[in-house]
């Protein structure tokens, strides 16, 4: 019978919490410590984490020298399909809050995704991506984020901010002309939706199924910067 064990406990930057990665027969699992046992990732379901890079990607893949920034790691399956998608002049930037995942997806789980780290297009930047954005001005053709389970800071408090109308526009003005911002969610959020049209995106919402072609479904915004 497959059972949990655990592997190795992250602490996350600035906050008392910490991330436990867990193998799980064949696969692995993450999950924030004391929290309710509900998984953060795991290895087997990533058709939407696949389609967060997917969708925006495709779109901005023909042009040259694409720059495109991830925000966070988890278990690098968004960074493989932005990989997968863009072309060999391409730079993809991620940013992973804790130093811990950065080690486990250079370790065993990396083969899991393909070992996109080791891809000479990915610069791993071991930071908060809402610093990253704070710094950026046109720098992106796309943004994807995924640093908790929808538009609420869950991995650490501070993440509100991205999703706020001030981090929503923050982004806006990180893209390039005709830049994409796409967002990750567990579950649809109308007033979020809203909140990215009011800060300057053209909005499409995609519902994406965690694996294969049934079951639970994941909301994806992609939203097109307005000239
Ligand atoms: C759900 S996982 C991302 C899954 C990823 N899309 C994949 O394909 O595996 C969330 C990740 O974001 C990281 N994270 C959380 N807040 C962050 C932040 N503010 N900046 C950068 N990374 C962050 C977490 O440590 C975790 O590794």
Redesign the pocket.
Known sequence: MKRFVLLDTAP?PGTDSA?CLFEYGEDFVIKIAGGDGGQ??NTRM?GS?DA?AALPCQKVAGRREARVLI?????????AAALQHLGRDAEVTV????PG?IAWNQGALGAKAGNPLSDPRTRIVQ????NLLKAARGDYDAIML???NGPEGL??R??NW?YSAGGLQNCRRALRPKGLLAV?SASADARFAERMGKAGFSVEQHQVYAHGNRGTRHTIWVGAAKP
């Open positions: 996350i991330l953060l990732m990533h984490e967060l925000g966070g790691l988890g278990m690098g399956f968004t960074l940013a992973e809050l804790v995942v930071d908060d991506v809402a995924d640093v908790d991995t650490q501070g993440n991205l990750w």
